[in-house]
C-alpha cells in the first residue's frame, strides 16, 4: 500500500501502526470468518486469499474516536465496490454514526 502525501500519516510511526491495525483487522477477519483460509468482505461475502481488492474500514471514524484508532476490532473487511458503495450512501454522516455501519452490513 502506498501513501501519498496529504494522507493522515503525518510520521513513520503512524503509518507502521496504521499498517499493523490494517494486518490484525485481515487477520481476525481470516480467522473468525474465513475459517483460516478466505479474506471475507462483510457485505457481499466475496472471499479471496489476498488482501488485493479488499479494504479495511474503521466502524468507528478516525477524527472522532482518536482512542479506538488502531484498536483491531474497531475494523471490518469490505471489498472496494461494497467499501466505496457505503460511502456514497452514507457520506460524511457515517463519520457521526458508527452504527450506520451496522445497518449497511446488515441490509
Not at 494486518?23 to 466475496?46: A, D, I, P, Q
Not at 475494523?75 to 454522516?93: L, N, Q, T
Request: charged fraction near 35%; glycine fraction near 6%.
Amino acid at each position: 500500500m502506498k501513501f501519498k502525501s496529504g494522507d493522515r500519516w503525518k510520521s513513520s510511526k503512524s503509518e507502521l501502526k496504521y499498517r499493523t491495525w490494517r494486518k490484525n483487522v485481515f487477520e481476525l477477519n481470516k480467522r473468525k470468518v474465513g475459517l483460516s483460509k478466505w479474506y471475507v468482505c462483510m457485505k457481499c461475502k466475496l472471499k479471496r486469499k489476498t488482501t488485493r481488492i479488499l479494504h479495511a474500514h474503521h466502524i468507528k471514524s478516525w477524527e472522532k474516536f482518536p482512542k479506538q484508532r488502531y484498536n483491531k476490532t474497531n475494523g471490518v473487511v469490505m471489498c472496494k465496490k461494497c467499501h466505496y458503495k457505503f460511502h456514497r450512501k452514507y457520506g460524511y454522516e457515517a463519520l457521526e454514526k458508527p452504527e450506520l455501519l451496522n445497518e449497511y452490513l446488515g441490509g
